[in-house]
């Protein structure tokens, strides 16, 4: 007996109700509802290994506006409080670069951290 | 603090503050003691503000006396202090014949009481003066004597006056027990510590009866009773011009509506006994209660436009009158004391006579230096353009307008800082120079009004109260928060790359969020010469500097965003022919036919006042966040609300936590987007709520914002009451009906949490493009525009959030590409300056509402194409689009149909439509069909 899920793709602001079917192995089997090819992939992505982008603000010495940072690609679902923890740490010195990583690999993840803004 | 006085002034309500500036007038060491943490913490706070003519009290009556006096000092004190007094006059109204015989009772106490011009009129005339009023009015008492004011400012500029003639104050300083010792007073506080004073003025409000009783066997008794008002928005302000008063009948007094001095509306209040002395929470059935008997004046009235909610507890005693001056078993303790309307008019009075028995009782000598006058500092908002320039000349920090809304400039705030009496509390300020008292209730200035305190009095930003002691603003902020305020102020210029004040533009474009940006970069690239780029910030980027999660430029860049990175690419890829101007503000735009030639935008900065001369303007100003008085949310006043924007900037901006354990109200993107920053923060966010069945963020938000989570999503709930007294305790939600979204009785619940983030819908900002006279529409609260975004005033143009809320930046940025291809065309003198032959395009069933409003004549005869942007009403399955054409003769025809998968209301819906197809037909509709 086939499984199937359903989630709203969160790839842009449509929203986009997806529809995975597993076959009786457990594997992807089938996708619908997504209208465009990112729609495509992410639906196989959350079905097996959900991944959000984060974003987040980090505290400079000297400036009271905080550094705006992202993940630069999607991290798993289940680390995101791990990551956060990492970020929330972080203590920065000016000047900071747009796109300039601040942490090499959040929380294991294997995924950078970077600035989405610049600190002069 | 010294501890021997002459004079010790119990109490800093206008009582108090009046009493103090007459003794100010002795050579005499006095002290004012306030329990609260600003003037007037009480009745002087919260009520209806009238300077009543005097008709009313029995004649023979303290009140009697000191209502007269004290209606005849009003102008001579507004004057020589300086705070505005309107006289309006009031009219009390009958609504039977029954009441007609009241009224003609009162016109002869009136005379009794030695009022002058109190008069009879007849229906006719009543109508005449207030055609507002309801036509079962079958005539009315008129009194001219009668008139408005701020009970605020007229106790603060007594307080002020007497602080400069001497008179010294001490606040968050109660008074616990008062007791006789020989020829003088002991008086106990609350900090343990003792004052001993010759004389004692006991002007403490609804505590006055404990403290009487504790020097005098002459007992008082004191009854708060609680009353409710619902204050209105500045557009109703004009609904009535006298103060509007029901005759009094066996059920009661009535309420009374009014407009206030500061131009908006009141309604109120009630009287309910309470045995509370500081409880002023007001509850839904009060406010119901007033909403309905206020019909009786105005059959109009209803909840809409309602700022905010507020109540005022009055100080009743039991021997029905005032009880002013001494016991005569307490010599030297002076009550002011049952002192309920009309306490404020009499205060002045009354005042005038406690420092005269004082004087004689302790035979105290005249002080010579008395200066009678205070000369308040002119405010920002009240100067004319030459005035203007010569305060900005003079003071640079006069320049930086810090609210938007009512026009308070940092000047006025540091007046205000730096003035006579300490300012304790944020409120304080916005009492004293207006700040947060307009339309955006603080959303906007609260967080730079933040910097701004803790720069000043180098207090920590998670210790600035909003109101009470404890009502604590943020819950977290970092440690060198105020070091790196104070370091940011020093390196504020005036920025950008215009230099002189009386410049000439083709395009000038007001606002440099997105929309701005692309309508500047396009007027530039469309051929305009000279464009000049205004905004109020430092930066360009608007709301998106704020934004910091990703999920913008997907259409723009086809990639996702984050807020300030989008920004970034606009401002780097921004034509280099283009000037800009930061941290200025537009105060108006004055159209070419008012002032020939040219359009002249009008702004400050640091630098001065500017004239701008400009052949096309886009206003691209933004849009703002609805406020809490659109619920009309009952219970109590605590800090720990904020508009979700607010809280964004706090975070985001500032590095501040607003809160610990949060409610959002409101499922728009903003609340979504907070709920998840909130939760990545470390606050506990309890759930989010919405009064639709649907959410009016858009879908994607609710799962990576809610879901991912684990925040609980409440549909059909709404927030009725607010709990706790400084900080927020509580909220108590319930049931929104389906349809009406009004709370169901019966299914409140109550949920402790410390913040409320209201997430309620954003407005578009049109003060500017109200300046120029531009008309508006109902539906989208922005300008009425051609498909060229042209306004009804020629040659200015709108776009962005301004014109209608957007949900996808990348659409306002498009549509500020489109609004700045216009100004340049127009400039260019490519498109033709008026289209009397333009087709308007209605909403039709389904659709709330259409921009543009209407096609250009030239546009429908180049054939272009154009887009239609729309908004359905409600949810639909399997939608369809339908534009109808409808010609002169009323016949419709179909002219373009689309189908969609699903439509919901919190997303923009768009139709291309090619304009050959539309020429000869009287009228466009747009109507939306699907299934539930």
């Known amino acids: 007996m086939a499984d199937s899920t359903s989630f709203t793709c969160v790839s842009c602001p449509l929203g986009c109700v997806l529809e995975v079917t597993f076959d009786d192995a457990g594997n992807l089997a089938d996708v619908s509802g997504y209208t465009c090819n990112r729609g495509l992939e992410y639906a196989k992505q959350e079905a097996v290994d959900p991944r959000r982008n984060i974003s987040a603000v980090v505290w400079a010495d000297g400036v009271l506006e905080p550094l705006s940072v992202k993940t630069s690609s999607p991290i798993p679902k289940a680390k995101i409080f791990d990551v956060m923890e990492e970020v929330r740490a972080l203590r920065l010195q000016a000047p900071i670069d747009s796109g300039q990583v601040v942490i090499e690999d959040a929380a294991g993840t294997g995924v950078p951290i970077v600035a989405t803004k610049s600190l002069a | ?932």
């Open chain 2, 1 to 932: 603090m010294q501890k021997q006085w002459d004079v010790v002034v119990i109490g800093a309500g206008v009582a108090g503050c009046c009493a103090a500036r007459e003794l100010a007038r002795w050579n005499a060491r006095t002290l004012v003691v306030e329990a609260g943490n600003d003037i007037c913490c009480g009745a002087t706070r919260a009520n209806s503000g009238i300077v009543h003519a005097g008709f009313d009290p029995k004649p023979g009556s303290a009140k009697a006396r000191f209502n007269r006096e004290g209606s005849l000092l009003f102008p001579q004190w507004a004057e020589e202090l300086g705070f505005p007094l309107f006289r309006n006059g009031s009219l009390v109204v009958a609504y039977s014949d029954e009441e007609m015989k009241t009224i003609r009772d009162l016109v002869a106490r009136g005379a009794e009481n030695g009022i002058e011009g109190v008069r009879e009129v007849s229906r006719d005339e009543l109508l005449e003066m207030e055609p507002n009023v309801s036509p079962d009015a079958v005539g009315a008492l008129l009194a001219p004597t009668g008139g408005i004011c701020d009970p605020y400012h007229v106790a603060l500029r007594a307080a002020e006056n007497a602080a400069e003639n001497g008179v010294e104050f001490a606040f968050d300083c109660r008074v616990e027990r008062v007791r006789k010792d020989g020829n003088s007073f002991v008086l106990d506080l609350d900090d343990g510590s003792q004052l001993t004073s010759r004389a004692v003025v006991n002007a403490a409000g609804a505590f006055a009866d404990e403290l009487n009783n504790q020097v005098s066997e002459r007992k008082l008794h004191i009854t708060p009773r609680r009353g409710d008002y619902c204050l209105y928005d500045t557009d109703m302000g004009s609904t009535f011009s006298h103060t509007m008063f029901q005759a009094p009948t066996d059920k009661g007094k009535g309420v009374l509506i009014t407009p206030t001095i500061h131009g908006n509306m009141i309604v109120g209040p009630n009287a309910h006994a309470q045995d509370s002395k500081t409880d002023v929470s007001t509850d839904a059935d009060g406010l119901a209660e007033i909403l309905q008997a206020g019909k009786k004046t105005w059959p109009s009235l209803s909840a809409r436009g309602i700022i905010t909610n507020f109540a005022g507890l009055r100080s009743t005693g039991d021997v029905g009158d005032f009880v002013i001056g001494e016991p005569d078993d307490a010599p030297g303790f002076f009550n002011i004391a049952c002192f309920e309307s009309p306490g404020l008019t009499s205060a002045p009075a009354v005042g005038v006579e406690i420092a005269a028995q004082i004087g004689s009782c302790l035979g105290l000598d005249a002080n010579e230096s008395f200066n009678p006058r205070r000369v308040p500092k002119t405010l920002f908002a009240q100067m004319n353009d030459e005035e203007r320039a010569a305060a900005i000349a003079a003071d640079p920090s006069e320049g930086r307008v810090v609210c938007r809304c009512c026009e308070v400039s940092e000047a006025d705030i540091l007046d205000v800082l730096h003035g006579p009496l300490p300012v304790l509390t944020l409120d304080a300020l916005k009492w004293r120079c207006g700040v947060m008292m307009g339309r955006c209730h603080g959303g906007f200035c609260s967080p730079e009004l933040m910097k701004i305190y803790v720069r000043e009095t180098g207090i920590d930003p998670t210790k600035v109260d909003r109101r009470l002691r404890g009502s604590y603003m943020v819950a977290e902020a970092r440690q060198d928060y105020k070091d790196l305020v104070e370091a940011q102020s020093h390196d504020r210029t005036v920025s950008g790359s215009h230099e002189e004040s009386s410049a000439s533009y083709d395009v000038v474009v007001v606002g440099g969020g997105a929309a701005g940006i692309a309508a500047a970069n396009a007027a530039a690239r469309g051929g305009a010469a000279r464009v000049l780029l205004i905004d109020r910030e430092g930066r360009l980027g608007g709301i998106l500097k704020q934004c910091v999660h990703s999920g913008f430029g997907l259409h723009r860049f086809s990639e996702e965003l984050t807020g300030p990175e989008y920004a970034q690419r606009e401002v780097t890829s921004m034509d280099s022919s283009v000037d800009t101007m930061m941290n200025t503000s537009v105060l108006r735009v004055d159209p070419a036919e008012t002032v020939g030639g040219a359009h002249t935008v009008v702004a400050v900065n640091e630098s001065g006042q500017h004239a701008i001369r400009a052949k096309a303007v886009v206003l691209s100003t933004g849009s703002r966040e609805r406020g809490a008085g659109a619920l009309n949310v009952a219970g109590s006043r605590p800090s720990g609300v904020f508009s979700a924007g607010s809280a964004q900037n706090f975070m985001n901006l500032q590095g501040c936590l607003p809160g610990k354990r949060v409610v959002i109200q409101g499922t728009g993107d903003v609340g979504l987007i907070m709920a998840r920053r909130l939760a990545l923060q470390g606050a506990e966010v309890l759930c989010v709520l919405g009064t639709s069945p649907w959410p009016a963020g858009l879908r994607r938000n609710v799962v990576q914002c809610l879901d991912d989570f684990g925040i609980p999503l409440m549909l059909s709930k709404t927030v009725v009451r607010l709990e706790g007294d400084t900080r927020l305790e509580a909220v108590w939600i319930a049931d929104a009906e389906v349809g009406t979204r009004a709370p169901i009785p019966g299914t409140e619940e109550r949920i402790e949490c410390d913040t409320l983030l209201l997430s309620i819908g954003l407005l578009p900002e049109n003060e500017v493009a109200k300046t120029a006279g531009i008309q508006l529409s109902r539906a989208t609260g922005g300008a009425v525009v051609d498909d060229t975004l042209a306004t009804s005033v020629s040659g200015i143009f709108a776009c962005g959030n301004a014109l209608h809320v957007h949900d996808v930046v990348d659409f306002a940025s498009a549509e500020g590409d489109r609004a700045g291809a216009s100004a340049a065309a127009y400039v260019l003198g490519d498109a033709p300056a008026s289209q009397p032959q333009a087709i308007p395009v209605e909403a039709g069933d389904g659709v709330s509402y259409i921009v543009p409003q209407q096609i250009a004549a030239s546009s429908i005869a180049q054939g272009k194409e154009v887009t239609l942007f729309f908004r359905v009403r409600k949810p639909m399955d399997k939608p369809a689009f339908f534009l109808d054409g409808v010609s002169d003769s009323g016949a419709s025809e179909q002219i373009k149909r689309k189908k969609g998968r699903i439509a919901v209301p919190a997303e923009m819906e768009q139709m291309k439509v090619s304009l050959d197809s539309v020429a000869g037909f009287d009228k466009l509709v747009l109507r939306a069909e699907g299934g539930e």
